[in-house]
Nanobody, 114 residues
């Protein structure tokens, strides 16, 4: 069983930055993809493979950066130039394939004020 714990959310003004972290406990062997999603629809924000290949939603390209530390079983999301429309609950996930997420965190709230 894998558990994911997100941290780093909060309230920030437009144009500001936040860094989200997600630490996994338990074995994530075989779960090569780690990613960040937002809102109830679980919209993809960014994902990263175990080899470092990344993919971003068009709305965050150039502003957000996803990274991971495999030794720490942690994935990060650096969010810069935040906009009010980035306000959402952000969920961390790990998956066995690029498109299938198997485990989800509880979510962390990000609120961007104008």
């Amino acid at each position: 069983q894998v558990q994911l714990v997100e941290s780093g959310g909060g309230l920030v003004q437009a144009g500001g930055s936040l860094r989200l972290s997600c630490a996994a406990s338990g074995s994530i062997f075989g779960f090569n993809t780690m990613g960040w999603y937002r809102q109830a629809q679980r919209e993809l924000v960014a994902r990263i493979s175990s080899g470092g290949v990344t993919n971003y939603a068009d709305s965050v390209k150039g502003r957000f950066t996803i990274s991971r530390d495999n030794a720490k079983k942690t994935v990060y999301l650096q969010m810069n130039s935040l906009k009010p429309e980035d306000t959402a609950v952000y969920y961390c996930a790990v998956g066995s394939t690029w498109d299938r997420m198997n485990y989800w965190g509880q979510g962390t709230q990000v609120t961007v004020s104008s």
